[in-house]
């Protein structure tokens, strides 16, 4: 079993629309959780780390679920420049698992 | 401006040539990475630091070596026993176990 898992899409969503997807992680002691958007052929930038209470940063929602060890990112009002694929990094210790990765399409 | 500079952005490669790939960063971070990324997959980790003159074996550390001789540099030579060196090479680097930042990566080509 991978150590991260996401689901590959692509998800292809009308501008304005919301987008959401999960990834679960199979660590049960992993401490700290981010998401990472990557660019084609650019290297990852982070887009948010996620709290165990959750997190908003202005259009994007970040949920952990520790219980069921899945992490969520949802994206409100898509906007053309959304397109990229959102990477699931999981923290442990000094090392970072990271999804494969889903891609996310918005079309005008 | 601080941040991580990779170098060269593009790299080509003989086989049975051994390269380095350049990685230097001015954000005072203690610890360093060293990614590969192939299409449609994770990245995955080839070694990494934590402090000077120290680092240790990622998931795939075969057929490459590292050095950390210096805070700023962390430079990865992919040796002619990685057998498939063709992929994105990614250098990141954080503060502690904190997040990571990456720098722009090199893509390896072998002919």
């Known amino acids: 079993r991978k150590e991260v898992e996401q689901d590959p899409g692509p998800f292809n969503v009308p501008e304005g629309a919301t987008v959401a997807f999960n990834c679960t992680y199979s660590?049960?002691?992993?401490?700290?959780f981010f998401w990472y958007r990557q660019d084609c052929r650019k290297e990852p930038k982070l887009l948010m780390s996620v709290y165990s209470s959750g997190n908003e940063d202005g259009r994007f929602t970040a949920q952990l679920n520790r219980a069921s060890q899945y992490i969520s990112l949802l994206i409100r009002d898509s906007k053309l420049s959304d397109s990229a694929t959102y990477l699931c990094v999981v923290n442990d210790d000094y090392k970072l698992s990271f999804g494969a990765g889903t891609t996310v399409t918005v079309r005008a | 401006d601080g941040g991580i500079t990779q170098s060269p952005k593009y790299l080509f490669r003989k086989e049975g040539q051994n390269v380095t790939l350049s990685c230097e960063q001015n954000l005072n971070h203690d610890a360093m990475y060293w990614y590969r990324q192939d299409p449609g997959q994770g990245l995955r980790l080839i070694y990494y630091?934590?402090?000077?003159?120290?680092?240790q074996k990622g998931d795939i550390a075969e057929g490459y070596s590292v050095s950390r001789e210096k805070k700023e540099s962390f430079p990865l030579t992919v040796t002619s026993a990685q057998k498939n060196p063709t992929a994105f090479y990614l250098c990141a680097s954080s503060m502690e176990a904190h997040e990571q930042f990456f720098g722009p990566g090199t893509r390896l080509t072998v002919l």
């Open positions: 630091s934590q402090i000077v003159n120290d680092f």
């Open positions: 660590n049960s002691a992993s401490q700290s």
